[in-house]
């Protein structure tokens, strides 16, 4: 599985949780290519966000990320990184 | 709960919230039952104690609403003698209901043998007064003339129970700000003002202005504008001088007979807002026919189980059939005062049966064909005044229309009509009868006559036995 | 409704999968419909999953926990992106109330839950109906299953719906459905819109998958309006963005900004709702 697809997972999950960030012209597109990232910090994800976004993970991707985890993110690009880890080994 | 209890709560949870309104004053409810206590006090340091029935006539509606108020915080029974009614019509009724004392304005508003009260004398004379004993709800305590328009007024008595379960099956006036043109005197306007000081709403008073109902709306933000079918017609000529109502303002129709032709020109051109209701003075509210609901057939709603229509055996018709309506409400009246034949014949089995023809349609609509009284039989062929009266009316000269019977030693009775047309159309009664004969056939008037003007009560309802007393002069 | 619930549950074995099965019955359960599974799992002594006992007492401290009673009001969906929310009453307990169009978020929501959004909006005064974009697109392509394009989709909500029979119709929107909010008011001639933290055309263009949508429609709405509705913008005092949104909207046409004082984020309605205040904060909206 690509990066592309754990971002595209991403920006979904994001998408469900009404991130407004997530949909803008000037961060989909370049976050999917892989040439922006943003902080969880700007991201101001509320309870329901988180949740959205590790259901989406858990139904796109088949990775079990619980809600409090996404802490030990500081970036989306972390993320990305960790779940492309556990699903190669 | 008395009235004076229930407007005292409100003058705690909404104080400052407006109970009467006119173009002079405003009474909040803190303020309204400051001033119906007084009255009341001073009402009874003056004599009036509640154990006689007290005559009421009071032009002011505020004046008019003051005197009620007070008289049943003090548990005293009342009737309207109303200023408009001629005297021999307002003696009469006094005489039925036995009133004791006159409580009016002028020397002209006496009764002969019938003690008299000066209602602004005693308000002058506001003291201190003792406080007003609490008196039992259940007491029947307002006297109001009942529905109908033959043969002598029946009269009811409610008690403040029955007002408050009249009020609370009544439409929510709660926040709302209501207009009637129609004076408080009048039966439906007493007991609507009444309803709406119940739940807290504000009744707008015209009290006097002479000002378009139009004009009325705007200037004190109406919410509802409460008309009788003759005043409906009113308002569309108001609206084409002054212009449309506020989109805030709903408009109900109520109290007789709303012909499609009426309902479609306000909605047209007077607000969409359009509701068209259906009740009697026994009974209260049945139903209300909003603003989707106005087609050929001038239904008025659908409404709640208590609304039954019968067949001649009495047993229930089915959906579409026409019978004769019965009706149930919380609060209604059960019996008519000093009138037992008419009791009787009205009032069955916890029902009250007010003599009209009606179908609860299909789809649930109540649709009230006129007074089964009303109904003409000519050579055993049924026909129902309301019928003609539609057909006619939709003919493009044709205002309104009124149909009834020329009695015939041969045919039994031969339904005639008389029309008013509309402002600068000609049509002659010929063509009129001819354009029925095609809708009805055999139920077709023989005759129709244009007249200027039909011949209406101070409600506005036709007076039909006039006009056949008219048509049996030979022709000119 | 509990006897679906649990078959629903049993399909569950991650934390997220448990999590979008309670997100999607928070999105569109009545209260009453939730108040009775939480009743319903206690009453019968089920044993449900941990995630489940969470949920149902979570829910039961957000609809109840301050003792207030259970509105009535009975869901009844009226087409995929819609659903209507009424206590049971005939056409005179109908005409007393007000009609509510209430355009959601990207999530679907109001900022919160639906059921606990009506816990505070006293079921005789109101009738809700609640619409959802699943495409996230501010509502652009119309209401599912009402239409291609959002004047289709409004008109056709509008003959389903009947505003003339209430006593007043007005518009709620939230976030992402603040535009269709305004739109509906002006083009329905609704009394009222109130737009809370509510985007604009402006958010139009800056979103990627509406970026080539037009808003035209909305311009002329606003130009053909015999009467505009009076307009309610809802911001926190100190969410700069939203504050944004307000003063662009303002622009377009006539309307009052309501500044939420102290409010830093963009959910002020739950944040309102934390402080206690959002009776009062409703009741100055809606009535």
Same mark, same amino acid.
């Given at each position: 599985m690509d990066a592309r697809t754990i971002r595209e997972a991403l920006v979904e999950g994001l998408e469900a949780g009404a991130v407004a960030k997530a949909s803008r012209v000037d961060f989909r597109g370049p976050f999917l290519d892989g040439a922006l990232?943003?902080?969880?910090?700007e991201l101001e994800l509320d309870?329901?966000?988180?949740?959205?976004?590790?259901?989406?993970?858990?139904?796109?991707?088949?990775?079990?990320?619980?809600?409090?985890?996404?802490?030990?993110?500081?970036?989306?690009?972390?993320?990305?990184?960790?779940?492309?880890?556990?699903?190669?080994? | 709960m008395t009235f004076a209890e229930r407007l005292e709560r409100h003058a705690r949870d909404r104080a400052d919230v407006p109970a009467l309104v006119s173009a002079r004053a405003t009474l909040t409810f803190g303020a309204l039952v400051h001033e119906v206590d007084r009255l009341a006090r001073t009402l009874r340091a003056s004599g009036i104690d509640g154990s006689r029935i007290v005559g009421v006539t009071v032009r002011g509606e505020i004046d008019h609403l003051l005197a009620t108020l007070a008289l049943l915080a003090l548990g005293c029974p009342m009737v309207a003698l109303a200023s408009r009614e001629p005297a021999a019509t307002r003696a009469r009724l006094a005489l039925r209901v036995g009133v004791a004392l006159v409580l009016g304005e002028r020397p002209d508003d006496a009764i002969d043998g019938v003690p008299f009260a000066d209602f602004h004398a005693i308000r002058a004379n506001a003291g201190a007064g003792s406080a007003v004993p609490r008196h039992d709800p259940s007491r029947p305590l307002l006297y109001l003339t009942g529905s109908g328009?033959?043969?002598?007024?029946?009269i009811i008595a409610f008690s403040e129970r029955d007002l408050s379960m009249q009020s609370d099956a009544h439409i929510d006036y709660s926040r709302e700000r209501v207009l009637r043109p129609a004076h408080?005197?009048?039966?439906?306007?007493?007991?609507?003002?009444?309803?709406?000081?119940?739940?807290?709403?504000?009744?707008?008073?015209?009290?006097?202005?002479?000002?378009?109902?139009?004009?009325?709306?705007?200037?004190?933000?109406?919410?509802?504008?409460?008309?009788?079918?003759?005043?409906?017609a009113s308002l569309l000529e108001a609206t084409r001088v002054h212009g449309p109502l506020p989109a805030y303002t709903r408009v109900r129709i109520?109290?007789?007979?709303?012909?499609?032709?009426?309902?479609?020109?306000?909605?047209?051109?007077?607000?969409?807002?359009?509701?068209?209701?259906?009740?009697?003075?026994?009974?209260?509210?049945?139903?209300?026919?909003?603003?989707?609901?106005?087609?050929?057939?001038?239904?008025?709603?659908?409404?709640?189980?208590?609304?039954?229509?019968?067949?001649?055996?009495?047993?229930?018709?089915?959906?579409?059939?026409?019978?004769?309506?019965?009706?149930?409400?919380?609060?209604?009246a059960t019996a008519y005062v000093g009138d037992d034949v008419a009791t009787v014949r009205h009032f069955r089995d916890g029902w009250f049966e007010p003599g009209d023809l009606a179908t609860l349609d299909v789809d649930g609509q109540l649709i009230i064909h006129g007074r089964a009284d009303d109904m003409m039989i000519m050579n055993g062929i049924n026909i129902y005044p309301v019928e003609i009266e539609r057909i006619l009316e939709r003919h493009p000269a044709v205002e309104t229309a009124a149909a009834f019977p020329l009695p015939s030693g041969v045919h039994g009775q031969i339904p005639v009509a008389a029309v008013e047309l509309r402002a600068g159309m000609r049509c002659a009664g010929?063509?009129?009868?001819?354009?029925?004969?095609?809708?009805?056939?055999?139920?077709?008037?023989?005759?129709?006559?244009?007249?200027?003007?039909?011949?209406?009560?101070?409600?506005?309802?036709?007076?039909?036995?006039?006009?056949?007393?008219?048509?049996?002069?030979?022709?000119? | 409704m509990v006897d679906a619930y649990l078959a629903k549950l049993a399909l569950c074995t991650t934390p997220n999968q448990f999590n979008r099965l309670h997100i999607a019955l928070e999105s569109l359960l009545a209260p009453a419909e939730i108040c009775a599974l939480i009743d319903g799992v206690r009453e019968r002594s089920l044993a449900v999953p941990p995630a489940s006992v969470y949920w149902l007492g979570q829910m039961d401290t957000l609809l109840r926990g301050d003792g207030r009673r259970v509105q009535g009001y009975v869901r009844h969906a009226i087409a995929? %992106?819609?659903?209507?929310?009424? @206590?049971?009453?005939? /056409?005179?307990?109908?005409? %007393?109330?007000?009609?509510?169009? @209430?355009?959601?978020? /990207?999530?679907g929501r109001l900022m919160m839950p639906?059921?606990?959004?009506?816990?505070?909006?006293?079921?005789?005064?109101?009738?809700?109906?609640?619409?959802?974009?699943?495409?996230?697109s501010f509502f652009l392509p119309g209401i599912t299953g009402l239409g291609n394009d959002f004047p289709t989709s409004i008109a056709r909500l509008r003959d389903l719906c009947a505003p003339s029979r209430f006593g007043r119709a007005i518009s709620f929107g939230t976030s992402a459905g603040g535009l269709a909010t305004v739109w509906a008011a002006v083009a329905l001639g609704l009394a009222r819109a109130v737009s809370v933290g509510g985007v604009t055309p402006a958010e139009v263009t800056e979103r990627d998958r509406t970026k080539h949508m037009s808003t035209e429609a909305f311009d002329d709405a606003i130009r053909r309006a015999t009467r505009l509705p009076e307009v309610l913008l809802v911001a926190g005092e100190r969410h700069e963005r939203d504050q944004g949104k307000a003063l662009t909207m303002s622009a377009l046409l006539p309307a009052t900004t309501i500044t939420v004082p102290g409010a830093e984020n963009h959910n002020v309605l739950f944040d309102v709702w934390k402080a206690g205040g959002l009776d009062d904060l409703l009741d100055r909206l809606l009535a």
């Open positions: 990232d943003a902080t969880f910090a309870s329901l966000a988180r949740m959205e976004l590790c259901i989406a993970i858990e139904v796109a991707l088949g990775v079990s990320l619980a809600p409090e985890e996404l802490e030990r993110y500081p970036t989306l690009g972390a993320l990305v990184a960790d779940i492309e880890e556990r699903l190669r080994g | 328009t033959t043969g002598e007024p029946k408080v005197e009048y039966n439906n306007s007493k007991r609507m003002r009444l309803y709406t000081l119940w739940q807290g709403g504000t009744c707008i008073l015209a009290d006097g202005a002479t000002d378009a109902p139009t004009l009325l709306c705007a200037r004190h933000a109406v919410t509802w504008l409460e008309l009788s079918p003759m005043h409906g109520g109290g007789a007979r709303a012909p499609i032709a009426l309902r479609r020109a306000i909605l047209a051109e007077v607000t969409p807002r359009l509701y068209v209701s259906y009740g009697t003075t026994e009974t209260s509210f049945v139903s209300v026919a909003d603003p989707t609901m106005h087609d050929e057939r001038e239904p008025v709603g659908r409404p709640t189980p208590d609304t039954e229509v019968l067949r001649a055996d009495r047993t229930r018709a089915a959906p579409g059939e026409s019978g004769t309506i019965r009706l149930r409400a919380p609060g209604m010929g063509e009129l009868v001819a354009f029925a004969r095609d809708a009805l056939g055999v139920r077709a008037p023989r005759r129709v006559e244009v007249v200027a003007a039909l011949p209406r009560n101070a409600q506005g309802k036709v007076l039909k036995r006039e006009l056949a007393a008219g048509f049996a002069r030979p022709d000119a | 995929q %992106g819609a659903s209507a929310y009424a @206590a049971p009453g005939d /056409d005179r307990a109908r005409m %007393g109330r007000t009609l509510v169009l @209430a355009f959601t978020g /990207d999530a639906i059921s606990l959004f009506l816990q505070h909006c006293p079921a005789d005064r109101y009738e809700f109906v609640l619409l959802t974009d699943q495409t996230r």
